[in-house]
């Protein structure tokens, strides 16, 4: 809708990032690289946390992304509210592990389909990933003993599975207070919001990536949208998206401080309805 207006190829805030729009930051490739390290090392389970909106689902897709064959099968949980029994059964039917005979669902059941795969797939040369998002919620429902199970299971001279546990702020505490959980962790890395200085890098870059070749956002405009963001990319995003819309439809030459504010208020209206 904007896109010609402002002398763009694209929209250059949209949710789904290509490699030209990634912006590495220095915590974002930090983290990137530790994940990377333990899924091709094939440690036991990693964890990664942030705040709400700071890329963390991004760097997942990047790394499964880049996987070679040798990673199979590679399945992605989001967590949902359930028994330590059902999340067991779950995980199997995610990782594609064989039903069993006569289905009883079962914890012993999920453990011995899970086992069977594992196995196979070792035998095969093949190392599992599993990716449990929104891991922040196991500890509020007791479940951090069952993963803990989980990788006693896949345990071994040579890890058969690696567990990414991906949550909030308070994943790698919960974590911290299941001892025998957090030894098994080769690595834990926090993903942080940006500095001013890398929300302005971050707004060139996309705009870049979109064909910009001259000034779309003054920098008090800049500087306004890393208050009023936190530095937290999905919230900058928003910002940038809809302030190019405004500046559209009212035919500005370049997006400046006031039009920052007033998207800001809009969306804090639109979020308090």
């Known amino acids: 809708m904007y896109a010609d207006y402002w002398q763009l190829d694209a929209k250059p805030f949209e949710p789904n990032v290509t490699e030209e729009s990634y912006f590495p930051s220095e915590s ?47 399945a992605r949980v989001v967590f949902p509210q359930m028994s330590p029994r059902d999340l067991l059964t779950h995980i199997a039917d995610a990782l594609g592990a064989p039903p069993a005979d006569q289905p009883r669902h079962s914890t012993d059941e999920s453990i011995g389909r899970i086992d069977r795969l594992l196995t196979a797939n070792a035998s095969a ?33 040579s890890p058969r599975l690696t567990l990414l546990l ?15 959980l957090e030894e098994r962790l ?12 890398e929300t302005a890098e971050y707004i060139q870059h996309r705009l870049e990536a979109a064909g910009a070749s001259r000034e779309v956002f003054t920098p ?9 963001s936190g ?14 819309v405004v500046g559209f439809a009212e035919q500005l030459a370049a997006i400046d401080e006031p039009q920052i504010q007033s998207v800001s208020r809009e969306l804090l209206a639109v979020s308090a309805d």
Do not use: W
């Not at 974002?28 to 333990?38: E, M, P, S």
């Not at 509020?140 to 001279?157: H, K, M, Q, V």
């Not at 080769?186 to 200085?197: A, D, H, I, N, Q």
């Open 186 to 197: 080769s690595v834990k890395t926090l993903l942080r919001t940006f500095v001013p200085e």
């Open 231 to 244: 530095g937290v990319p999905r919230q900058i995003d928003r910002l940038c998206d809809l302030s190019l």
């Open 125 to 157: 040369g093949k190392h599992a990933l599993l990716v449990i998002d929104e891991a922040h919620l196991l500890e509020d429902s007791g479940l951090l003993e069952t993963i803990r199970l989980l990788l006693n299971l896949a345990a071994g001279a």
């Open 28 to 74: 974002h490739d930090g983290a990137l690289l530790k994940l990377r390290y333990a899924v091709d090392q094939r440690r036991p389970a990693a964890a990664i946390a942030g705040p709400s909106g700071v890329g963390k689902t991004l760097l997942v897709d990047r790394i499964i992304g880049d996987l070679g064959e040798a990673v199979s099968p590679v």
């Open 166 to 180: 991906v949550g909030q702020m308070g994943l790698l505490s919960a974590v911290g207070r299941t001892p025998s």
């Open 220 to 228: 008090a405009a800049v500087q306004a949208v890393h208050q009023l």
